[in-house]
């Protein structure tokens, strides 16, 4: 164990009051306690080994060093590669969103974005309207700017739009939201319900942050056009190459049209980091060069669709009547609520201590805590880790008291 604890002769408060308001992701210190011991995990939302595309991976190790040399370890610029920005301007043009090279900036992975955007656009006090559940990390990334949250609770539609209007009037600041395959519920929000939003946004003149790690992961259909793409007036789309390549590379981007909001952002980015690093950059530019990126997404889609399949009927099998989930059209997660008023997170604790693990829900909600939820990924396990890990969990869930 690391000692966070400051010398006594320390004179300053520590650590400074901003850390007092980021929420924690209990499962890491969970599992940083069982470290070591063999764990099944339906915890993370990672590619499957067999997702990644090692070997234009490899290739494109060689081809940066026999064509770039040395100048792919220098500084890049903070905007990052122009290749790479025009890569995804084309991307983002076949999604239906018309974007020019100059309106994207590399970031490392849209995590990053999500922070930068925090530091250019919130004050302490600022109201962020976010979805209930949202991504933790997202909740992670705003809180050191000491926002405050309003949430927006959601159907099998996606946001509510009845109270939204009246919410997004009084909150000045930005809708977060993550419209495909949400993070964690699986939600995509409808065609009709996005037309709905795009209206309540333009009319109050509130800004939409769209996070769309998940919209090339679907498995009945393809989600409608990104937000974005749909006429809002004030917008930032945050996208990634984490789940259709791999989260390795740490790249993602930040696309606004607005040229003021691009000005600070590259402004703290510099800050942040001077620039993302420049090889990871030609190493991808050098992958999406061999890599058919359609066939690639496909196949992949084939392989998740199967792995939702088998975790589905593994679920249906060990767990009916002891807790009710979605079953999700895209994305990597299912979203579950314990029945008879069980704690999700007392049976994290349980079940880790068996050798299995998954993501406490309560942590997804930016106000009042809903204990009874957990998240469970669906990429990563075997079919055998699914039959046993799920098994774990019952056997766990029978043996709690019940509240
Ligand atoms: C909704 C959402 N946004 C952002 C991220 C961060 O992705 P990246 O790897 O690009 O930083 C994730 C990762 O899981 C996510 O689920």
Same mark, same amino acid.
């Given at each position: 164990?690391i000692?966070?604890?400051?010398?006594?002769?320390?004179?300053?408060?520590?650590?400074?009051?901003?850390?007092?308001?980021?929420?924690?992701s209990?499962?890491?210190?969970?599992?940083?306690?069982?470290?070591?011991?063999?764990?099944?995990?339906?915890?993370?939302?990672?590619?499957?080994?067999?997702?990644?595309?090692?070997?234009?991976?490899?290739?494109?190790?060689?081809?940066?060093?026999?064509?770039r040399?040395?100048?792919?370890?220098?500084?890049?610029?903070?905007?990052?590669?122009?290749?790479?920005?025009?890569?995804?301007?084309s991307?983002?043009?076949?999604?239906?969103?018309?974007?020019?090279?100059?309106?994207?900036?590399?970031?490392?992975?849209?995590?990053?974005?999500?922070?930068?955007?925090?530091?250019?656009? $919130? =004050?302490?006090?600022s109201?962020? %309207? /976010? *979805?209930?559940?949202?991504y933790?990390?997202?909740?992670?990334?705003?809180? #050191?700017?000491?926002?405050?949250?309003?949430?927006?609770e959601?159907?099998?539609?996606?946001?509510?739009?009845?109270?939204?209007?009246e919410?997004?009037?009084?909150v000045?600041?930005?809708?977060?939201?993550?419209?495909?395959?949400?993070?964690?519920?699986?939600?995509?929000?409808?065609?009709?319900?996005?037309?709905?939003?795009v209206?309540? $946004? =333009?009319?109050?003149?509130?800004? %939409? /942050? *769209?996070?769309?790690?998940?919209s090339?992961l679907?498995?009945?259909?393809? #989600?409608?056009?990104?937000?974005?793409?749909?006429?809002?007036?004030?917008?930032?789309y945050?996208?990634?190459?984490?789940?259709?390549?791999s989260?390795?590379?740490?790249?993602?981007?930040?696309?606004?049209?607005?040229?003021n909001?691009?000005?600070?952002?590259i402004?703290?980015k510099?800050?942040a980091?001077l620039?993302?690093?420049?090889?990871?950059?030609?190493?991808?530019?050098?992958?999406?060069?061999?890599?058919?990126?359609q066939?690639?997404?496909?196949r992949?889609?084939?392989?998740?669709?199967?792995?939702?399949?088998?975790?589905?009927?593994?679920?249906?099998?060990?767990?009916?009547?002891?807790?009710?989930?979605?079953?999700?059209?895209?994305g990597?997660?299912?979203?579950?609520?314990?029945?008879?008023?069980?704690?999700?997170?007392?049976l994290?604790?349980?079940?880790?201590?068996?050798?299995?693990a998954?993501?406490?829900?309560?942590?997804?909600?930016?106000?009042?805590?809903d204990?009874?939820?957990?998240?469970l990924?669906?990429?990563?396990?075997t079919?055998?880790?699914?039959?046993?890990?799920?098994l774990?969990?019952?056997?766990?869930?029978?043996?709690?008291?019940?509240?």
């Amino acid at each position: 164990m690391i000692n966070l604890e400051l010398h006594e002769n320390y004179r300053f408060p520590f650590p400074a009051d901003r850390m007092k308001k980021i929420p924690r992701s209990g499962i890491r210190e969970i599992l940083m306690a069982a470290e070591g011991r063999p764990m099944i995990s339906f915890g993370g939302g990672v590619p499957h080994d067999s997702c990644v595309p090692l070997p234009e991976i490899r290739d494109a190790f060689e081809a940066v060093f026999t064509n770039r040399g040395a100048r792919a370890f220098r500084y890049g610029t903070t905007e990052g590669e122009k290749e790479l920005r025009e890569y995804v301007a084309s991307w983002l043009k076949g999604l239906g969103l018309q974007a020019g090279a100059g309106e994207i900036l590399i970031v490392n992975g849209s995590q990053q974005g999500l922070d930068l955007l925090g530091k250019v656009l $919130l =004050n302490p006090g600022s109201t962020i %309207l /976010v *979805e209930r559940p949202t991504y933790l990390a997202a909740l992670q990334a705003f809180s #050191p700017y000491e926002p405050q949250y309003d949430e927006v609770e959601m159907d099998d539609q996606g946001a509510i739009v009845e109270s939204f209007k009246e919410k997004l009037r009084k909150v000045g600041t930005f809708f977060y939201t993550i419209p495909s395959f949400q993070n964690p519920s699986g939600v995509c929000i409808s065609v009709k319900r996005r037309e709905e939003i795009v209206n309540c $946004l =333009n009319e109050t003149g509130c800004l %939409l /942050v *769209e996070d769309d790690p998940y919209s090339q992961l679907y498995y009945d259909y393809p #989600p409608p056009a990104p937000l974005c793409a749909m006429g809002v007036k004030n917008a930032v789309y945050l996208g990634t190459f984490s789940k259709m390549v791999s989260p390795g590379f740490r790249l993602g981007w930040i696309w606004t049209s607005n040229n003021n909001l691009m000005k600070h952002l590259i402004t703290v980015k510099q800050a942040a980091d001077l620039c993302t690093g420049l090889f990871q950059q030609y190493l991808l530019l050098e992958v999406l060069r061999r890599l058919d990126i359609q066939k690639h997404l496909k196949r992949n889609r084939i392989f998740y669709a199967s792995q939702r399949e088998k975790m589905n009927h593994y679920m249906s099998s060990h767990l009916c009547g002891l807790m009710d989930w979605n079953y999700p059209s895209g994305g990597m997660f299912f979203w579950a609520t314990l029945k008879n008023g069980l704690h999700a997170g007392k049976l994290l604790s349980r079940c880790v201590e068996r050798g299995v693990a998954f993501a406490d829900g309560a942590s997804f909600f930016a106000g009042e805590k809903d204990f009874s939820r957990l998240r469970l990924n669906f990429t990563q396990c075997t079919e055998e880790e699914m039959d046993r890990g799920l098994l774990m969990i019952a056997e766990e869930i029978r043996q709690m008291p019940i509240n």
